[in-house]
């Protein structure tokens, strides 16, 4: 898959499914784009908020999570999940 095709399958298909995940507040998608002419190690990263990590592990349990988490085989090639916990200061 080219990465044109690879963005244009996240944007348009992928996302649509992703973004009915209950207890989602934010989806934000970052197409890699090197500056530098070098091919970076990824396309792409996501950023999905929720309220409280309780709210992330019941959205991916849903079937709208388990539907989003079996479509993404079908345009990524490698996926390292990483999960980050917010804490707000002020």
Do not use: C
């Amino acid at each position: 898959m080219t990465k044109g095709q690879f963005a244009d399958y996240w944007l348009k298909k992928h996302a649509p499914l992703a973004k009915k995940m209950p207890g989602l507040k934010r989806y934000t998608i970052n197409i890699v784009k090197a500056t530098d002419g070098e091919e970076p190690g990824y396309q792409g990263t996501a950023e999905l908020h929720f309220d409280s990590f309780e709210d992330y592990e019941r959205a991916f349990e849903s079937p709208e999570g388990k539907k989003a988490v079996d479509d993404v085989k079908n345009f990524a090639r490698k996926v390292t999940s990483i999960t980050i916990e917010e804490n707000k200061i002020v």
